[in-house]
């Protein structure tokens, strides 16, 4: 057994192997354990992390949803945990380690996340907890017992506490520490075994190789080479058995190089390849043409085996060919090369041989080897080869690709078909060849087909067409056939050869693209360009023939909440099944489109012979759509509601082109959502001189607001003793042209375009400014400023109300912000967030309008808020008005038991004011004690110690 390693790397590399071995088992032992304590611990502390979050929520999520809400983000503090959640019984999540995810569902978030599994932790009402990827991913669930409801004596209800850890850095960590502690004692056992490696080349590994040197000078050819006699005594006396083994074959050599001198004299005058082998197949002998055939020097070749140098293949099946000097020495005959038989020389050269071999036996007539004789028919098979490969190259053109070919004679009948022809078709030869073909010619093509081909079979021209050829299956598919005239070598006329092509594809996308092109994606319907087409043909029919139609808007109702609760697959589901609505109560000859969005349009072309009849018409066709998407929608079991504003214009009009139409239909539109959604209104003129009134001081606004063009009014708040406690800031627009503009002029202008944002931004900028005087002045009233449910919803409000707070040192205790119920009926979570974060400055919330939204005493209950405020509405009519008596009473009295403060706004009378501190009001604003002022009159008339309630 021949070993590959010397012996000064062997013995040193079998003891690193085995302290190798061994460092291995107790490195893996060590990690094995740490791995085990590891997740152990992390075990232990995600089950105490999420109990506790359970025992919290059970008893805080209703009253202490802030200590709740720290202890959740105290959880993910811990490094190891990706996510901590704490969800309601349908798996939404009520808090999050990411505020972004209240109110998803947990399985929408983590797409891991099994609720199969929830529901079954909730039946089972234990913790479980799952582990995967060998145990350094762990996730755990806790139920726990929602909040009873208000109408339930103990809840039925439970929710679960979610808790996803990663230990992969951990056990990074661990394996690092271990490794590191094992360092010292390897740098040791290397350093013992360089030492040993030192030895072992000194003593054994030189004397050796100077053993192994002379042996491959000897194998090498330089039978001269000795080797020095020198090291221990074994290989000293190795070296002088080497030296006597290497005299005895250099005298043995000089006698063969004898002898072969006279053999290779008859071998160079042989033109074929030779070689001769000993008994175990190795070569012994090849003259100057096998070296020439096969690459190889007879020095090089000598003593290798015949298959290293005698390389051949088949050439039919490029598999290694058998060399027949194996079979010659077994059976003793003489034996020859197969046909298409491929020798392949050492520089990848190609020969095709013929060869023999037969056996060498000596005189006992013993095989002693083979000599194998071999000649080069290369070029008798190149010119076969040619010949095979001229044919096989036009039948493979003919019979394969996508191609469809033909050809036909001077008599114009066709005399080949290819055999893809015949696939495309399922025909036999027979059956297509002459005029056969033209069968499965598509009737209503046939006669374009011929002429084609007829005239430029006699004009001796190409030509293209399409036409329809009946496939296999049975059905017509597009075929381009492009023909050309042929001709022989010496330039005669043959006839022609055709190729065919299948482009029903191409025809379907032609016809889709067109289709798209003026058809709506989402619902087939025809869009904003085929439409505009279709109303432009309508209105001049309309006025050729006297004819008023009608063009009708159709916008859905709130459709953006319901694509951002459901997602816009949803919502697409819902606009397939109002186009179809939409389709199904129209006439055959009405159009419905889809500009986009929400948004669809209507055609009524040709209703009635003068406008009032059409009018009627078009108001009727408009009710049923009206009813018909007032009806639920089925998508998945579930239903869903919509509703739609429709604006209506008539037409035709004088002068009025596509665009005013759709202009005015639009107009219309937006008339009925104002109006309270889900309302049929028809153009008016004085619509569109409304719409450009708006549109004129929307730009005039936008420019206000950049310059800051703006006031700040301030009106004052008192007691139940008339001293001034505070004011509520309000804004007015100094327009150059129209004067001091009301709020009520320009507030909702500024909330729909959004203007709202950068105006309420300053309102708070100012009021600020004016707390921080009052504050160096040595007061310390509240101000009020009303935020809008846009401007409260803005992800960056609470930065920037600390930045504001920041930049004018005012103090957060002295503000207060005026919310309205929309704002926390609609947005119940975000606000919940913002406000905790806005109140732990200080900041006091006011309900603005309390009783005239959603008045609900739940959110008065769970949200900070300091106080509400009766609308101007409630008050006027006191006390004479019954209604708003025992409404006013009732709000009093809520609001004493819930500990909140009151504040009475449009109190205009002796009255109304006596009467409503009667009831317990403590705080009043109005006309009867103080009218809004420019901040800086305000400041110098009220900020005065004679004029303030003491402190």
């Given at each position: ?15 690193a192997s085995l302290l190798l071995i061994f460092s291995s088992f107790a ?419 046939l006669e374009h087909c011929f002429t084609t081909y007829v005239a430029a ?72 360009a085929l439409f505009q087409d279709r109303l432009t043909q309508a209105a ?412």
């Amino acid at each position: 057994m021949r070993f590959p390693w010397s012996l000064k790397w062997a013995l040193p590399l079998a003891l690193a192997s085995l302290l190798l071995i061994f460092s291995s088992f107790a490195t893996w032992h060590s990690l094995s354990t740490r791995q085990t304590n590891l997740t152990q611990t992390a075990r232990q502390d995600a089950l105490d992390h999420v109990s506790h979050l359970a025992r919290m929520a059970e008893q805080g999520l209703q009253n202490s949803t802030a200590m709740v809400a720290s202890d959740l983000a105290q959880t993910s503090t811990d490094p190891r945990v990706l996510a901590v959640l704490i969800l309601d019984e349908q798996g939404r999540v009520l808090m999050a380690h990411r505020k972004a995810w209240v109110g998803s569902v947990a399985k929408s978030l983590l797409p891991d996340f099994d609720d199969g599994w929830r529901l079954q932790v909730i039946a089972g009402r234990l913790p479980q907890v799952r582990t995967e990827e060998e145990g350094l991913r762990l996730a755990v669930l806790q139920p726990f017992e929602l909040p009873a409801a208000s109408n339930e004596v103990r809840s039925s209800r439970w929710g679960s506490v979610f808790l996803e850890m990663d230990l992969d850095l951990a056990w990074q960590q661990a394996r690092y520490e271990t490794l590191l502690s094992r360092l010292p004692w390897l740098v040791l056992a290397l350093l013992v075994l360089l030492a040993v490696g030192l030895l072992l080349r000194r003593f054994v590994a030189q004397p050796l190789q100077a053993l192994a040197d002379a042996a491959g000078c000897l194998k090498q050819g330089q039978l001269s080479s000795r080797a020095v006699v020198q090291g221990p005594l074994e290989i000293a006396a190795l070296a002088r058995d080497f030296n006597d083994m290497a005299q005895a074959i250099e005298d043995a050599q000089k006698a063969l190089i004898t002898s072969e001198e006279r053999m290779s004299i008859t071998l160079h005058s042989i033109g074929d390849g030779l070689i001769a082998t000993d008994a175990r197949a190795r070569i012994t002998l090849m003259n100057p043409a096998a070296e020439r055939f096969t690459g190889w020097a007879l020095a090089e070749a000598r003593g290798l085996p015949i298959s290293d140098v005698f390389v051949i293949e088949s050439e039919i099946t490029g598999q290694p060919a058998e060399i027949p000097v194996k079979r010659v020495l077994t059976e003793g005959t003489v034996l020859g090369l197969a046909n298409h038989t491929v020798l392949i020389a050492r520089d990848g050269t190609r020969r095709d041989v013929a060869d023999s071999a037969a056996p060498i036996r000596n005189a006992r007539g013993v095989i002693e080897g083979v000599v194998l004789v071999f000649q080069d028919v290369t070029e008798q098979y190149r010119m076969r080869r040619a010949l095979a490969d001229s044919e096989q190259h036009y039948r493979t053109l003919a019979n394969t690709g996508q191609a469809l070919v033909w050809t036909a004679g001077l008599d114009k009948k066709c005399n080949y078909f290819n055999s893809v022809w015949l696939a495309f078709t399922g025909r036999t030869l027979a059956q297509e060849l002459g005029d056969g073909w033209a069968e499965g010619v598509h009737p209503d093509d046939l006669e374009h087909c011929f002429t084609t081909y007829v005239a430029a079979f006699e004009a001796r021209e190409a030509f293209a067409m399409e036409y329809r050829l009946r496939h296999a299956s049975g059905e017509y598919r597009w075929i381009l056939d492009q023909g050309s005239p042929r001709y022989d070598s010496q330039g005669r006329f043959l006839g022609y050869i055709g190729h065919c092509l299948d482009i029903s594809q191409v025809k379907q996308a032609e016809a889709q693209v067109a289709h798209l092109a003026y058809h709506d994606a989402l619902t087939g319907l025809p869009n904003r360009a085929l439409f505009q087409d279709r109303l432009t043909q309508a209105a001049a029919a309309a006025r050729r023939n006297q004819r008023v139609g009608a063009l009708m808007f159709v916008d859905l109702d709130h459709f953006k909440r319901l694509n951002d609760v459901y997602g816009h697959a949803l919502g697409d589901a819902v606009l397939q099944e109002v186009a179809g609505r939409l389709q199904f109560y129209l006439r055959q000859e009405d159009t419905v489109a889809r500009l986009g969005g929400d948004e669809f349009v209507v055609l009524l072309p040709a209703l009635a012979a003068e406008s009032d009849g059409a009018a009627t018409l078009a108001r009727a066709v408009a009710d049923k759509i009206r009813l018909a998407l007032e009806g639920p929608i089925l998508i998945d079991g579930t239903s869903y509601h919509t509703a739609a504003s429709m604006g209506v214009t008539l037409f035709p009009k004088h002068n009025e082109s596509v665009d005013d139409l759709m202009r005015e239909a639009d107009i219309a539109m937006y008339r009925a959502k104002e109006r309270g959604r889900n309302q049929i209104s028809f153009f008016q003129v004085d619509m569109q001189q409304t719409v450009t009134q708006r549109y004129a001081l929307e730009q005039e606004l936008r420019e206000a607001v950049a310059q800051q063009a703006f006031e700040l009014f301030l009106q004052s708040q008192v007691n139940a003793d008339g001293v001034v406690i505070g004011a509520e800031a309000l804004v007015r627009w100094r327009h150059p042209t129209r004067g001091l503009v009301a709020p009520a002029t320009f507030i909702p202008l500024a909330e729909e375009s959004r203007l709202i944002l950068p105006l309420g931004d300053w309102v708070l900028q100012q009021s600020c400014q004016v707390l921080a005087r009052l504050e160096a002045a040595g007061h310390s009233l509240h101000i009020a400023v009303n935020v809008s449910p846009l401007q409260f919803a803005q992800p960056n409000f609470v930065a920037r109300i600390r930045d504001i707070l920041k930049q004018t040192g005012a103090d957060p205790t002295h503000l207060t912000l005026e919310i309205t119920e929309g704002l926390l009926v609609e947005h119940m979570t975000e606000t919940m967030g913002r406000m905790a974060e806005l109140a732990a400055l200080g900041i006091r919330f006011s309900i603005d309008d309390f009783g005239t939204g959603y008045s609900s005493l739940s959110y008065l209950k769970r949200l900070p808020l300091y106080e509400l405020k009766i609308d101007k509405s409630f008050v006027q009519d006191l006390p004479e008005d019954p209604n708003d008596v025992a409404l006013v009473e009732t709000m009093l009295a809520m609001a004493q038991h819930l500990h909140l403060s009151v504040v009475a706004e449009g109190v205009e009378t002796a009255a109304q004011f006596e009467f409503l501190k009667s009831r317990g009001c403590n705080r009043f604003q109005g006309y009867h004690f103080h009218r809004p002022q420019e901040h800086h009159e305000w400041f110098e008339a009220f900020a005065k110690p004679s004029q303030l309630a003491p402190q």
